[in-house]
């Protein structure tokens, strides 16, 4: 069984725009090699709501895509130890069908 998730990250612009480029294409390929993939948005350069180790901007992703319950798990584990990712999280949506039927 698969269900819908968005991640969210924040790349580390400090180390150069090769290296977020390379951190970028790291986390689609890795996402693409896992699930299906359903949207990338790259938000790009943004000024942060508030610093993160020292640093005041970030290059922001948004990958929506559709995966087995496992996978997210990984994929929040990496993000974790991968250097140059400021912030990240994973989101599973709900079926919006499914929660219809439990409101009724």
Not at 25 to 30: D, G, H, Q, S, T
Not at 73 to 100: N, P, Q, Y
Request: hydrophobic content about 45%; cysteine-free; aromatic content about 10%.
């Amino acid at each position: 069984m698969t269900n819908a998730y968005e991640a969210l990250f924040i790349v580390d612009m400090s180390e150069g725009e090769a290296s977020v480029k390379a951190n970028v294409e790291k986390f689609k390929a890795l996402i693409a090699e896992n699930a299906e993939v359903t949207a990338v948005n790259e938000w790009g350069k943004r000024h942060l709501a508030y610093p993160i180790n020292d640093k005041n901007e970030g290059y922001y992703v948004l990958v929506n895509f559709n995966a087995k319950t496992d996978f997210p798990a990984e994929l929040e584990r990496v993000f974790g130890i991968t250097e140059g990712i400021l912030r990240s999280i994973v989101i599973r949506h709900e079926d919006k069908k499914a929660a219809a039927k439990t409101e009724a």
